[in-house]
């Protein structure tokens, strides 16, 4: 007797039914046959892979689980294959049931409970003969409510914990994004004691300072800031990223996290990565490799580290995707990062590598090598400070910038950074993110008095080990006036007064250049008095006679007087006077309306037949055609063609020169 399997027998019986439902009085009918669909069948080996799974449970995970993901375009019949761990041991392997079958390019899960190991384990899936294996992972640890997994699917293993996606694609389409466009947003990420500051500018365009991690050999906070620019953006893509300075907290350790990480493994792309000039790698021996420990020559350094090092070796590599990037910041620089340009917004780096700063005997420069100085500068002096000015709103961040001279109790010594900061910024702004996380070597009273914020945003960690914030900085803050918002909170045994703690992401949101929210509270930017937009009213002495042409003759064609302003404000000249005689000579001739006077910078009237070549006298009045602001009284000795100036520009008077009209005096 014919013996057939049963697969054969089953495929027999379904075509004896089909022509005996389709004949007709023993005829068969004239219509076509459908053909049969095959069962689905057992995979072979590399078909249907671990594609993922969660080996130890926390708060949102709250079971074990394993993935499976079938890599083909059919349907795959995976009844009766196991689930197991270690070979030859562990724990007991977990049979997959009966008339299971995975669909094409779909998922199947099994969950159980104390089945993988924290520590690392097996994760393997085998064939029905308990033997065969399918697809194999080892893993060396795990992290509660993470996973580990293919990215994408069927892919090769993300070499960083992943989110848990069960039963589900592990790209999961990005979000549309929560920036609003037109809008400039500051998204201080609530990162502890560390900085990560996500700015997008009303064009769309994107700058992240800074990718803090706790440790150095982690990349959790590089995990949680790509996640944060790929819910916010709605994308994977940064137009600039910059560490503020060469400190964990502030950029992670390459090799392991922060930027290296973002940049390296996150799938997060960059066009350019701001740097500061601390040190270089110089390939002494040739070998392509970079010896952190000997192959580093230091440019603008005190204190380093083992990070400095590690980073030199990354970021000024032209191989790796940090040397590739990579741009110096350029102080003073407002085209350099242009996160809107074309909208009026302007980023300028104010400080840079202790650019100008003198140590505390005023005389040695705080940049430069100072790695083998018995009392080395701090890192922290070498942060970058950056200006936002988009109409009357105006944003500082300035990393760990010190603000006092001091000497630390780990042998290096704090320099007054911020002191110079101030003076080059000059005027009052919005919002401070506050210097070092609130320590109480930074944000010092000159900072605070020069800059007078309207908000200031701390990120001090709730854990720091620091004493963030500092209790006199907090005053200092509370007593200018200024509104604080926190992250978190930091040390609990201080006086937080009346402070916002967000215990999230601070938000700074910005409309017009104007109207602008901080988490959601109102207010308006104004432009402090003495700027561009809002020019003060000179007082007596800011505005000087500096040069004047009483006979003119080939060079000159007109007599002319010249006004220089001394000060560092925008000063409205508007309906000033400029006179001769007292009661006598010519008419006083006034200045036009909406005239601005720049810092250090000229005004120059001409006229004719105004002043007296046999001698006169030329004073700047006030608006009320009385208040004399300067004068200056000349005899006939001066020639043709010749300026009576001062020199240098403000400066005593000369009696003669060669005429610079509206330029500095020769």
């Not at 000063?571 to 200045?591: H, V």
Request: overall charge negative; glycine content about 12%; hydrophobic content about 35%.
């Amino acid at each position: 007797m014919l013996l057939l399997n049963r697969s054969l027998w089953q495929r027999v019986l379904s075509l004896l039914l089909v022509m005996m439902l389709l004949s007709v009085n023993g005829v068969l009918a004239a219509e076509p046959m459908v053909p049969l669909l095959d069962p689905p069948r057992t995979p072979v080996a590399g078909e249907v892979l671990i594609n993922e799974f969660v080996a130890i449970n926390g708060t949102t995970q709250t079971t074990e689980w394993v993935e499976l993901y079938n890599t083909t375009s059919e349907d795959l019949d995976i009844s009766l294959m196991w689930i197991d761990d270690i070979s030859g041991g562990g724990g007991a392997p977990k049979q997959i049931p009966a008339s299971t079958t995975l669909t094409a390019g779909g998922y199947y899960v099994m969950t159980f409970s104390s089945f993988l190991n924290n520590g690392g384990d097996d994760v393997r899936l085998l064939g029905t003969d308990g033997t065969t294996v399918h697809d194999s992972h080892t893993y060396t640890s795990s992290t509660a409510d993470m996973s580990r997994c293919r990215k994408p699917d069927g892919s090769t293993w993300s070499v960083i914990d992943c989110d848990p996606t069960q039963g589900s694609t592990n790209n999961p389409p990005l979000p549309p994004g929560t920036w609003t466009p037109g809008t400039l947003e500051i998204h201080v990420l609530n990162v502890g004691q560390g900085e990560s500051q996500l700015i997008i500018g009303p064009t769309g365009k994107t700058l992240l300072i800074g990718v803090y991690e706790p440790g150095w050999n982690t990349n959790q906070g590089a995990t949680w800031v790509a996640s944060e620019i790929r819910r916010i953006t709605g994308g994977e893509h940064l137009d600039y990223v910059m560490p503020s300075h060469w400190h964990l907290d502030h950029m992670g350790y390459a090799g392991y996290g922060g930027i290296w990480s973002l940049l390296e493994e996150q799938g997060i792309t960059a066009d350019v990565l701001i740097d500061r000039d601390g040190g270089t790698w110089v390939d002494a021996n040739n070998d392509g490799i970079c010896d952190p420990d000997l192959e580093v020559v230091w440019n603008n350094a005190g204190t380093v580290s083992g990070t400095a090092r590690n980073w030199v070796c990354w970021a000024t590599d032209p191989n790796t995707i940090g040397g590739q990037i990579r741009e110096l910041a350029q102080i003073d620089s407002t085209t350099q990062i242009d996160l809107g340009l074309s909208e009026g917004l302007t980023v300028k780096v104010v400080q840079v590598d202790a650019q100008g700063v003198m140590q505390a005997d005023g005389v040695t420069p705080v940049a430069g090598d100072h790695t083998a100085d018995p009392l080395p500068t701090s890192e922290n002096d070498y942060s970058i400070t950056l200006w936002f000015n988009w109409g009357k709103f105006d944003f500082i961040a300035g990393g760990d910038s010190d603000g006092e001279y001091a000497v630390s109790s780990f042998g290096y010594s704090y320099n007054d950074i911020e002191s110079d900061v101030a003076e080059r910024i000059g005027q009052e702004v919005e919002v401070i993110w506050v210097n070092h996380h609130g320590s109480g070597h930074s944000t010092n009273a000159n900072y605070v008095g020069t800059l007078n914020p309207v908000a200031a945003i701390f990120s001090p960690g709730s854990t720091n080990g620091y004493g963030h914030p500092d209790q006199g900085v907090v005053d200092r803050l509370y007593n200018n006036g200024t509104m604080r918002y926190f992250t978190q909170m930091g040390d609990p045994n201080r006086n937080y007064y009346d402070s916002v703690i967000v215990d999230g992401n601070v938000v700074v949101q910005v409309t017009d250049g104007i109207n602008y929210t901080i988490n959601g509270d109102p207010y308006v930017a104004t432009d402090p008095l003495g700027s561009v937009n809002n020019p003060r009213t000179p007082d007596v002495g800011d505005v000087v006679l500096n040069e004047f042409l009483p006979k003119p003759q080939t060079l000159f064609t007109t007599e002319w007087v010249e006004l220089y302003n001394t000060t560092d404000d925008y000063l409205n000249i508007s309906s000033m006077w400029i006179d001769d005689l007292l009661n006598g000579g010519s008419a006083p001739k006034q200045i036009p309306g909406s005239t601005v006077l720049a810092p250090g910078g000229y005004y120059v009237m001409e006229m004719n037949n105004y002043l007296n070549n046999t001698g006169d006298d030329v004073r700047l009045l006030g608006t009320d055609g009385t208040t004399v602001h300067d004068f200056k009284t000349y005899t006939s000795s001066i020639g043709y063609d010749l300026s009576i100036c001062r020199q240098p520009d403000g400066g005593t008077w000369a009696a003669s020169c060669t005429g610079s009209k509206g330029s500095t005096n020769q």
